[in-house]
């Protein structure tokens, strides 16, 4: 059950296999979990032998112990009851010198004996719920990964601003800032992440319709096109992207219809083009954003993307600068993490490439402290990497002139 919980149970160490079986029956099973084969039934503090044993194993972390532990007085002979208050006593005692649990599960819980009422007085927590003592354990382990990944970190989260960062993205910024823009051209946003290493599509902005067949051509397959334009960033919204293009006829018609549902949505933009970008294989559409808290500062959001992100809000969040270890764990956090791992057939994404453009991401926000925020949506993640399909980067409003 522990292990449906995700929760690791490693292999004794010989030495310690050796010492249980000094003490328990020859048929016990040693390895893990330990079967005692009967082996406390007329000596209850054999528990707390075995506790000790198994708690100085240095790949063991904690203990649960499962069975009839607090009723041995009640089901053999109550002579057992003084063994049983003694074993509680050593296994106290052992928790608060050792510093590691031990969680119970008896089928005596809501009896009450003493020798239980000893282990709740060490704080060693008792329950007649297997499923609830795994739960127990289970939330113990999260813990204690959480406090080991913090404690390995500074107390306060350390930026070091523009450390990485790129003489280009540096002029990329400065150009919008002196133009007055707080929003990056989509292009602008994806040379950026190319940049800091992150797989960008080969795509390019059409002036005119025919210039849009020949970018077409060069790219190969199905395209799409998408508006560039400083003062629209709800594509959707405004009508200008067009997907699944792949005739001549199909680019030029909505190369000129998208022009005319931007110039109907807004007369007054800035129209740079359209963004000729191949056609993004299917997958899942996750996610990434960042925003300056303010509380926390810099953080980073990472869940299902799309139109998806506004129904099901199904996304985690981490205070920046990130290592792999908290991007994995955010992977982890979202309830709609079994979809990342392949349902019905599926094949599951590449989680690594997800965790990768994470870090890019963090380390961006690093680099150019100009940065308000950052979005990436959708992000298609496959089983062979992930398509970055949009990208957005506003910069902060009293860095532009």
Known sequence: MLSDYGVEIPLLSEKTQKKLSEILPANASLKNPVDVAGGTDDNPSVF???????????SVDGLIIVGLFGGYSIRFADKLRFMEEDAAHQMGKLVKKIGKPIILQSLYALKNTHSLELLRYYGIPVYESLGIACRCVHSLSHYGRYL????????????????RAKAECIEIINKAKSEGRRALLETEAKRIIALHKAPVSDEAIATSANEAVKLAKRIGGKVVLKIVSQDILHKSDAGGVKVNLETDDEIRSAFDKIISNVKDYKPDADIKGCLVSPMADKGVEIIIGTKIDDQFGPVIMAGLGGILVEVLKDVAFRVLPITRTSAKGMLSDIKSAPILNGIRGEQPVDKKAIVDLLLVVSEIIESYPDIQEMDLNPVIARND???????????KEEDVK
Do not use: M, Y
């Open 48 to 58: 707390a032998d075995c506790a000790k044993i198994i708690l100085n194993d240095p």
């Open 148 to 163: 080991n990944h913090t404690e390995k970190r500074p107390v306060h989260f350390v930026f070091n601003w523009r450390q």
């Open 385 to 395: 990497g992930l398509s970055i399909v949009d990208a957005r980067i506003i910069l």
